[in-house]
């Protein structure tokens, strides 16, 4: 089971960027999917997450309203749209999904690779 995360890149403050990451492998069932962020510097944060069945998503205070995690079960990928980029957002972006493969009765915490997002003031 992996996870693959897509979408960084460079952008203007004020511009938007869309994150995806896809879960693949032998996978029985994902659960609650998410993505954190690291700075240079700084403690890898919370971004926001997305329950599985209701799609309930819970964000960090600090992402404004800026920010949108939505995801598409079929796919097993996860999204985040970000708007009105600020330099501060400049971090590595990392997925984050509870997946509980083929064959294993509990779910396991996985996380994809990260993906740049830097934003130029």
């Known amino acids: 089971v992996q996870l693959q995360a897509f979408g960084g890149g460079l952008v203007q403050a004020g511009g938007s960027l869309r994150l995806s990451c896809a879960a693949s492998?032998?996978?029985?069932?994902?659960?609650?999917m998410g993505w954190y962020r690291q700075a240079p510097g700084k403690q890898r944060e919370l971004v926001a997450t997305?329950?599985?069945?209701?799609?309930?998503?819970n964000y960090a205070d600090s992402m404004g309203g800026r920010f949108t995690i939505s995801r598409d079960n079929a796919k097993n990928t996860v999204y985040l749209q970000m708007n009105s980029l600020k330099p501060e957002d400049t971090a590595v972006y990392y997925c984050?999904?509870?997946?509980?493969?083929?064959?294993?009765?509990?779910?396991?915490?996985?996380w994809g690779q990260g993906t740049l997002v830097t934003v130029s003031s």
């Open positions: 984050k999904a509870d997946i509980r493969s083929l064959g294993s009765s509990y779910y396991g915490a996985y």
């Open positions: 492998g032998p996978i029985f069932s994902v659960a609650d």
């Open positions: 997305i329950t599985r069945r209701l799609r309930a998503a």
